[in-house]
């Protein structure tokens, strides 16, 4: 849906007995934004009103609505005083108009129907009618100036009335302005069909037949990748311009090539090369020789700039989607930034290597990149933040911890203790270092606690300690059976197969039963040669179970595992009561994802409900819930089943 203000005409209005909603017609429409010639039209004598073509405006003001003949009297009285040019269409439209006016801004409005801010909204759109209805009354033409803008007054056609409905693709063969023209597709984002002439003109029309690229223009190419975010590129020959979803060109077609980055950001490339941010709609310069933009995790920008510099070819900025420079282009990569400290890891090149920093959201460089090492979860994450302090190792390598104002907590003396910092060195209070050859715990602030041995004992008990966590230690497991799907169908008991999937659907026996019911059916389509491991044909089964439980019956979902941001929303993927209240609000910067588990399962204890993973060791979570009195039956079959569960 684009968001669409639009004027009908009715006899009645909608509390009235004689009203009917097949008598509605159309009168004007604009995307995007509601133009001041629609405001001005329903002027002083504007009420809000329902409007039953929503659904939650049968019974709720959602619209205003004004009698016709104000609206006449307010036009006639403006085209004399702004020296508008000859409308004909407006002319006869509003002389034939029905006894009333009706202008729909609902879809521009972003609350919904019946809500205060909703009816606030309203009203201030009915205030700003009836300022400017005051404004043509006392003839003051700088009030009412936007109106010598053409695209001021919209878009006038009784074809309007196709706002009253869903506008969406239908048949082609069906619509006689594109007779005679090649129907290239249906673009969903600007709700129009892109269409070709005989003579290589390109064009973009509505199903309703207003023409929003005439082929007039004579568009030799059209780009409509960009049209979700409000903008068309155009080529006439070598020259590209830009226009809007309403076909005001907004960037006159000229040599160059146009790349649309945002809603409000546009990069012009010259022939001769040279690169440069424009704003968007005006067109306005923001930033020359830009080289590359694209798009971060964090919802911003970076930008590179060439240097002459032998040591750093490129250097990196952020800035924000409307072209707001947060970070100048100094540096070799800028990470996201943290959500709630607003911090983010910079690099720099010095002398042949990388040193890291840290940078605020405000552009300041509260950290020097003197770092060989700054804690993040990955390569792009923001810093991980414990106790209100950073780890990070010196340019020596040397362990210390950083304030979020970038200062150290104590001077850098003590090498880590280990190689893997997130496993082993970093604690949640306190870290591994090495004095004198024997490995210490240290405080924050950089107390030594105690001794831990000579520093290689500690790597090897270190060692010995991953390798049992990992299974490195075991013995290779004795080969497991392995059931195809007709032997499955054929010998697994439906019975048992019931059990295991209850076990996944908090012992729901009627949600159990059309769980295997589900599973059985995909097995029957699957191919004949896959197999499934497991102790038994049912326990072959059991992970497909929770498959069809977590994706056809809302009771799991398959989380990646740097999809951490994904945990705060767990509602939204596992629709069950006991989470629809999770709110991880002990989220630090740069927490990952086995502290969101950690977070989902103290908040479900209390329910009763354990959070498992069904395969442990993966970059991919596979997620379910488990009533606490089914622990045991569970971890018992996940290991028929040949799984590496973790419950937590």
Known sequence: MIPTAALFSTATLPNHPDFDVEAITGLAEWRHNTPMLFKLLVGAGTQAVAWPIYGDGVDTACVLAAPMAQAQASWQALCPLMELPQSPAIDALLAEGQSWLVLDGVQLIKHDIGTADYASALQALRIEAQQLHAALLRGDRQALAPLLQMPELGYWSASASAQLMEIEEGDTDELPFLLGLAVLEWVEDALCYAVKGRDGRHGLVTPYGRWIVPLSLGATELAT??????????????????????????????????YVISPHLLQRVLPDGASAVLRLPDGALLLDGVDNLCQRDDGLLDFERQTDDADEHNVCGVMDARGAVLLPPQFSSVQNFGTKKKLAIVSQRIDGRFLFGLASLTGALIAPCQYSEIDCATTSSPPRVRKNRIYATDAQGHACMLTLDGKQVFTPRYLPAHHLRRVVVVQDD???????????????????????????????????????????????????????????????????????????????????????????????????????????????????????????????????????????????????????????????????????????????????????????????????????????????????????????
């Open 430 to 648: 306190f870290l591994y270092v090495i004095k004198d050859g024997c490995a210490w715990s240290m405080d924050f602030t950089g107390a030594l606690l105690q001794p831990h041995g000579s520093a290689e004992a500690f790597k090897a008990d270190i060692t010995a300690q991953l390798s049992a966590a990992t299974g490195l230690n075991r013995k290779k497991a004795a080969p497991k059976n392995c059931y195809t799907p007709a032997q499955i169908l054929q010998q697994a008991d439906h019975e048992q197969l019931r059990t295991m999937a209850a076990l996944l659907l908090q012992g729901e026996q009627e949600l159990a039963q059309r769980c295997v019911d589900i599973t059985l059916a995909e097995l029957a389509a699957d191919d004949p040669q896959e197999e499934y491991e497991g102790a038994t044909p049912a326990a072959a089964c059991f992970f497909l179970l929770w498959s069809t439980a977590a994706h056809a019956l809302g009771h799991g979902t398959t989380l990646d595992w740097k999809a951490v941001d994904e945990v705060a929303r767990i509602g939204q993927h596992i629709d069950l009561p006991a989470l629809r209240d999770f709110h991880w609000t002990e989220r630090e910067d740069g927490d990952e994802m086995a502290e969101g588990l950690a977070a989902l399962a103290r908040h479900l204890a209390p329910h009763g409900l354990r959070l498992v993973n069904m395969q442990g060791g993966e970059d991919t979570y596979y997620l379910g819930l488990v009533r606490e009195q089914d622990k045991a039956a569970f971890n018992a079959m996940a290991v028929q089943a040949a799984l590496n569960p973790m419950v937590f």
């Open 225 to 258: 990748h960009h049209a979700g975010d409000g903008w068309v590129t155009f080529a006439i020959g070598a020259a590209h311009g830009v226009l809007d979803l309403n076909g005001v060109i907004v960037l006159p077609p000229a040599p160059g090539a146009l």
